[in-house]
Nanobody, 118 residues
Framework: QVHLAESGGGSVQAGGSLRLSCDVS?????IGWFRQAPGKKREAVAS????????TYVDSVKGRFTISEDSAANTVFLQMNSLKPEDTAMYYC??????????????WGRGTQVTVSS
């Protein structure tokens, strides 16, 4: 079983930046970042297949968020720039047979809170 641990969340003003980290213990074919705002369903934000250069992003974060990995450290990052209040959510990393859809994610981290104030 893969263990995932998120970190890097916090509170920032609109326009600010945060970098989230997902520390991976074990083998993960892919890593996806997901978020869930209060009263809303969890949604996919970005994903990456380990060792490949074709990440995916939800339209609302394209051009603002970047997913990357440090293979040596077995860590996947989510750089979030130009943050908006609507980005406020609990952010989770997950892995499974695929990482672009919730249904394919088998293992989850506990999440890290991101709060963006206007």
């Amino acid at each position: 079983q893969v263990h995932l641990a998120e970190s890097g969340g916090g509170s920032v003003q609109a326009g600010g930046s945060l970098r989230l980290s997902c520390d991976v213990s074990g083998y993960a074919y892919c890593i996806g970042w997901f978020r869930q705002a209060p009263g809303k369903k969890r949604e996919a934000v970005a994903s990456i297949v380990r060792g490949r250069a074709n990440p995916t992003y939800v339209d609302s974060v394209k051009g603002r968020f970047t997913i990357s990995e440090d293979s040596a450290a077995n860590t996947v990052f989510l750089q979030m720039n130009s943050l908006k209040p609507e980005d406020t959510a609990m952010y989770y990393c997950g892995t499974g047979i695929a990482c672009t859809h919730l249904a394919n994610v088998r293992d989850w981290g506990r999440g890290t809170q991101v709060t963006v104030s206007s």
